[in-house]
């Protein structure tokens, strides 16, 4: 009897999580600061050490409860092919001594992508994926976590990526132009010289 129990609650477990990828309606998902956004399921959350990007400006993470997704940004050079990428993608798989990958290549809109797909050590499954625009010198780097249910909910959040780097506030949302004082544009050239030197460190080096 206590055997019938157990089988009946690990089968409504198993409902549960397939029911996620088939109930949860999606929402958009937007990275401002590169503006980038993302189709996922609703109900996800960023946890409160990325919210204001306290660690650091170039990551970001959203969570769901049966699904992580964390997002790395870097720009990409000479070196950010399709042999580089992939062989990547393996390291990163060895040192989350992932199991049975296997790579592949999704079809996302303005990005050339790469992923490599395997299972974790805990049984659970995870994604890897480089997108790299067509555009500009964005490469992303998106690692999620999921049940292996959630397999085509992953694969379509990957493909749902878009970059709109050339986009612009309706006429009538315009802010007014304010006069700017000596003291906040001295500010203002310290954070622009700050930000260059962060782009610099966070070259995308294969």
Request: hydrophobic share 30%; aromatic share 12%.
């Amino acid at each position: 009897m206590m055997n019938c129990k157990k089988r009946l609650l690990l089968c409504l477990i198993v409902m549960a999580a397939a029911s996620f990828a088939t109930t949860t309606q999606a929402k958009t998902y937007t990275w401002e600061r590169f503006n980038i956004a993302f189709e996922a399921p609703d109900g996800g959350y960023v946890p409160f050490e990325f919210d204001f990007f306290f660690h650091d400006p170039y990551s970001a993470q959203v969570q769901w409860d049966e699904m992580v997704m964390t997002m790395q940004y870097y720009t990409k050079n000479e070196n950010t092919n399709k042999k580089n990428l992939n062989e990547m993608l393996k390291s990163r798989a060895l040192g989350y001594n992932m199991y049975d990958t296997k790579l592949f290549t999704p079809k996302v809109k303005g990005f050339k992508c790469y992923s490599l797909e395997g299972t974790m050590p805990d049984g659970s499954s995870a994604m890897i994926s480089y997108l790299v625009s067509d555009k500009t010198t964005t490469v992303l780097e998106v690692v999620v976590n999921y049940l292996r249910e959630n397999r085509k909910v992953v694969e379509d959040i990957i493909k749902s990526f878009t970059e709109n780097n050339n986009q612009q506030p309706n006429e009538r949302q315009k802010p007014k132009q304010k006069t700017q004082k000596k003291e906040d544009a001295e500010k203002q050239e310290q954070e622009i010289k700050r930000e260059k030197q962060r782009q610099q460190e966070k070259v995308f080096e294969c």
